[in-house]
T-cell receptor
């Protein structure tokens, strides 16, 4: 079966760096997405990786290793507004998105 | 309208009643989706449409139906609501010609009693 694993919850300190991991087993691979979802709101797109390596976008970076079925989202210089759930999703060979359950990130002052 | 709009935002519904959740987008995206999101679970695909006039079943289609008469609108209908359909429903759209990132509506919180 298809599966996306990511930690349920993580805690980090304001100003620090946090890495959220995502491992996947899917039928084919056509890209990996990270979304941010604040409580009570809709998910919003953060990043897209289709080739191995690191994609940097401001304070956020996303890494992909297709051979290992692994990705991480790196958040630097954490701010209180980064408190949210982070969703990992993989697009399979049928072009459908398979979603992880999300990682709730708690930022403490 | 800017982006993707859902209605209603919230609804309490008696079991057995029929309910339609509306979704409209103005981005001319060809693909549209309906997801449900429940605590502790990932987003689960109910139905999707790759282009106007076509629809497909997702992971959890039972008890739901959709139609795609035109590019902009993608309503989701619960023919006879049951308590297990209590959830937050998100409509989304994407342009499959690009990276295919999803743009989500604000969600519809449905409670079936």
């Amino acid at each position: 079966g298809q599966n996306i694993d990511q930690p349920t919850e993580m805690t980090a300190t304001e100003g620090a760096i946090v890495q959220i991991n995502c491992t996947y087993q899917t039928s084919g691979f056509n890209g990996l997405f990270w979304y941010q979802q604040h409580a009570g709101e809709a998910p919003t797109f953060l990043s897209y990786n289709v080739l191995d390596g690191l994609e940097e976008k401001g304070r956020f970076s996303s890494f992909l290793s297709r051979s290992k079925g692994y990705s991480y989202l790196l958040l630097k210089e954490l701010q209180m507004k980064d408190s949210a759930s982070y969703l990992c999703a993989v697009r399979d060979s049928n072009y459908q998105l398979i979603w992880g359950a999300g990682t709730k990130l708690i930022i403490k002052p | 309208i800017a982006g993707i709009t859902q209605a209603p935002t919230s609804q309490i519904l008696a079991a057995g009643r029929r309910m339609t959740l509306r979704c409209t987008q103005d981005m001319r995206h060809n693909a549209m989706y309906w997801y449900r999101q429940d605590l502790g679970l990932g987003l689960r695909l109910i139905h999707y449409s790759n282009t106007a006039g076509t629809t497909g079943k997702g992971e959890v289609p039972d008890g739901y139906s959709v139609s795609r008469a035109n590019t902009d609108d993608f309503p989701l209908t619960l023919a006879s609501a049951v308590p297990s359909q209590t959830s937050v429903y998100f409509c989304a759209s994407s342009d499959r010609a690009s990276t295919g990132e999803l743009f989500f509506g604000e969600g519809s919180r449905l409670t079936v009693l």
